[in-house]
Each structure stands twice: as C-alpha cells, then as structure tokens.
C-alpha cells in the first residue's frame, strides 16, 4: 500500500493542505453508520487532509469530524449509482451496500466517478472502479492513494479522461473542515 508521502510527491502542491496533528475523524462512528470498514490508506488522507479539489477538475471526498454520520450515509445513498444499476448502465459493479458494491470516493466536474469495489473482504484489497462521464468502465488493482498518485504521476491512465488529464502541474485547493 502506497504511503501519503508518496502521493504527496506525485502532487507537491497538495502539502500546503496538511492538517498538523491530524483531523481527528471518528472512525467508529463513520463506519458503524456505514456498516464496513475503510482502507487503511484512506484513513491516512483523510486524516491528514480535508477534502482535495485537484486542478478544478477532481474532488476526493473525505469524512467531516463531526461530521462522519452524513458523509457515510450519503455514500450508502449513492443516487446516481443506484440509477445507473436500475438502468442496466453498471456493466456487472452494484451499489453498496450489496456484497461487492462500489463506494464512492472521489468525483470529477464532468461526470467522472471513482469507487473502491467492496471486494475482497480486506478493505486494504479493494481495487478501485472508475466510470468515465462517457460510460466507460475501469478496475484498477491498487487502492485510492496508490491511483492518485499513479494518476497524477503519469503511471496510471484513466480510459476516457479529458486529453489534458492529468495537467502538467496540477493545482490543489483544500476545502475547509468548518461545518456550518
């Protein structure tokens, strides 16, 4: 499993973003809404950063502390996932929380989604699941900071991404943890 460190090479301009000491997300809480545990690495970045907005292009969702109970309810309630199966439009991935099912995690501004497919059993396993605005499909076999970082260090290649995806030096924006 790739380390924070290693995405934050990938991005430098997301270390402005870190959260010294920690963010403090309860993990328990989110998870006992949710009803399965995270990966590991996602535990990392969300703890050390707030949600990340990526070049204006792509958002990675983390949990709010104080705020754990919304964000896993609104990842058990995926509407446009559950539309997308009703319509027969998710080759053979399902929602969560049926066995298997996808959790979002990030998203982009044209209509791009990145899951983790629930399966196997080992969070620290779940591979992750890219569906392109266009309707293409995507696994890849690492988890949410190992793509990131592949992505944005031109390892990985996301099918049916804008041609200027990745940029050459993309931009971070991290969004505040206040809730209002």
């Not at 949410?144 to 592949?150: I, K, N, P, Q, S």
Request: charged share 20%; no cysteine.
């Amino acid at each position: 499993m790739l380390r924070i460190e290693e995405l934050e090479a990938a991005l430098p301009s997301m270390t402005q973003w870190r959260v010294a000491g920690g963010r403090n997300v309860d993990w328990g809480a989110l998870e006992a809404v949710l009803g399965i545990a995270l990966p590991a690495d996602f535990h990392a970045l969300a703890e050390a950063y707030p949600v990340l907005v990526i070049d204006d292009f792509l958002s990675v969702s983390v949990p709010r502390p104080g705020a754990e109970a919304l964000w896993a309810s609104e990842t058990r309630e995926d509407e446009i996932l559950q539309d997308l199966f009703e319509m027969g439009d998710t080759e053979e991935y399902v929602p969560f929380p049926q066995p298997g099912g996808l959790i979002s995690w990030a998203s982009s501004n044209s209509g791009d989604s990145f899951y983790w497919r629930t399966s196997p059993a080992d969070p620290d396993a779940w591979p992750v699941v890219a569906r392109g605005d266009n309707g293409d499909w995507s696994e890849f076999p690492v988890g949410a900071v190992e793509f990131l970082a592949g992505v944005y260090g031109r390892t990985i290649h996301v099918p049916g991404m804008p041609r200027d995806f990745p940029s050459d030096y993309p931009q971070v924006l991290g969004l505040s943890d206040r809730i209002d």
